[in-house]
């Protein structure tokens, strides 16, 4: 069974800051990986995602995050975090035969020191 | 082009009334997918369906819940008899007939409360 783990429930960065939020998963196959956010009261937004390839992959709002298959990992980055960017981040797990649905993990809330 | 709608945004109900959540996908796609939040919680998968047909339901309830996808109009998350534990946020979300595994698009939610 596919599983998601971010061990991080509560992160708090000042602005400017860099930042990285964990994310590690547990997939029979090579998975399709992805990180959405959601702003309180709001729905999700895909921020980034990988299928294959470039295991460093760009997203909006200046996101990046590395799949790493070795430490089944698949971190969030970004340089310098903005007051705006304070929100609650999932990572996701996708794929498997006959099956489309994403496993999130329980999400890591983002708050941002001015 | 519109986004996945839902509705109602909020609703209200007493123990042991019903509740009908609706869900319209984005204009083209044909699968929708409904998550269900609890507080302080991450996304739980519910049912996976496209039209007329109910693909993947491993993660509802037994009891109490259903959903459909009617040829014509709305998905519809029903949820019979509620009970203060149903409390929660219901994303639907939805995805194009041939996209890749688990590009989903989501709406804003529909937020229930059971007193």
């Known amino acids: 069974a596919q599983s998601v783990t971010q061990p991080d429930i509560h992160i708090t960065v000042s602005e400017g800051a860099s930042l990285e939020l964990r994310c590690n998963y547990s997939y029979g196959a090579t998975p399709y990986l992805f990180w959405y956010v959601q702003s309180p009261g709001q729905g999700l937004q895909l921020l980034l995602k990988?299928?294959?390839?470039?295991?460093l992959v760009q997203g909006i709002k200046g996101f990046e995050a590395e799949f790493k298959r070795s430490q089944s990992s698949f971190n969030l980055r970004k340089p310098s975090v903005h007051w705006s960017d304070a929100a609650e981040y999932f990572c996701?797990?996708?794929?498997?035969?006959?099956?489309?649905?994403?496993?999130f993990g329980s999400g890591t809330r983002l708050q941002v020191q001015p | 082009n519109a986004g996945v709608m839902q509705n109602p945004r909020h609703l209200v109900r007493r123990r042991g009334q019903e509740a009908r959540l609706r869900c319209s996908p984005m204009k083209g796609h044909s699968h929708v997918y409904w998550y269900r939040q609890l507080p302080e919680e991450g996304l739980k998968f519910m049912v996976y369906l496209q039209k007329e047909n109910i693909i993947d339901e491993s993660g509802m309830p037994k009891e109490r819940f259903s959903a459909e996808f009617p040829k014509e109009g709305p998905s519809i998350l029903r949820i019979q008899q509620v009970v203060r534990g149903d409390s929660a946020a219901y994303f639907c979300a939805s995805s194009p007939p041939r996209g890749r595994t688990g590009e989903l698009f989501f709406g804003e939610g529909s937020r229930l409360t059971v007193l």
């Open positions: 990988y299928f294959s390839g470039d295991t």
């Open positions: 996701a797990v996708g794929g498997g035969t006959g099956r489309r649905a994403l496993t």
